[in-house]
């Protein structure tokens, strides 16, 4: 079972898109029908490009920076400036191979994204859920608990611990992508605002 730590620098997300979920209880206001098109819709989406902004609150490190996350099928790039006063980071690999920059402290390597920011950073966030999550999917490997809006998209996302809320949409290239997202943790809160959504389709 993935280790849930780390890091909303980001994101990092291995595995393309495997196959969606089945282990969901799914409540709220949307036909769950119209749910499972759009879960497909959306998980043909194996590449984008994201920038936006992020902030994170815990009990010892609060602070907010700028997010650019770069996803082409399973390698990614994922850069954060200036979270939590700590400047500049930048993860990047592809499953199995993790390099972590970090400015003023160097280059670290490792085969788990997870196990790497925990370590470097200190920060205990979902980091292999993300690539699901970014795009308003349950991760496949594991219960979830989904509430639709009205919409039949996510409201709320209840998995491994942390409680993930949708509070908009925005729609590009005909696909419905979230815009504004807050997870909750234990003892850590974070807010991901996207402001340019460029979804790709690569894999095909």
């Excluded at 199995?96 to 925990?118: F, H």
Aim: a neutral charge; hydrophobic letters at 35%; proline letters at 5%.
């Amino acid at each position: 079972m993935l280790r849930h730590l780390i890091v909303i620098s980001l994101l990092s997300l291995l595995a393309g898109c495997a196959g969606l979920t089945s282990h969901e209880s799914i409540g709220g206001q949307g036909d769950p029908l119209l749910w499972k098109a759009h879960k497909e819709q959306i998980s043909t989406l194996d590449g984008w490009q994201i920038s936006g902004k992020v902030g994170i609150r815990a009990p010892k490190d609060s602070g907010s920076g700028t997010l650019f996350w770069l996803q082409r099928q399973d390698y990614y790039d994922i850069r954060l400036s200036g979270p939590l006063g700590r400047g500049a980071a930048r993860l990047t690999g592809r499953p199995g191979a993790i390099l972590l920059e970090v400015a003023n402290q160097g280059r670290y390597e490792a085969e788990s994204p997870e196990a790497l920011l925990e370590e470097k950073l200190g920060w205990r966030l979902p980091v292999s859920h993300l690539q699901w999550w970014v795009r308003g999917l349950p991760a496949p490997d594991s219960r979830s608990r989904v509430t639709l809006d009205g919409d039949s998209q996510l409201a709320r996302l209840e998995q491994d611990g942390w409680d993930v809320e949708y509070l908009s949409y925005v729609e590009q290239n005909g696909f419905s992508l979230p815009e504004r997202i807050k997870l909750h943790g234990d003892k850590l809160d974070v807010t991901l605002v996207i402001k340019d959504w460029q979804p790709r389709k690569l894999g095909q």
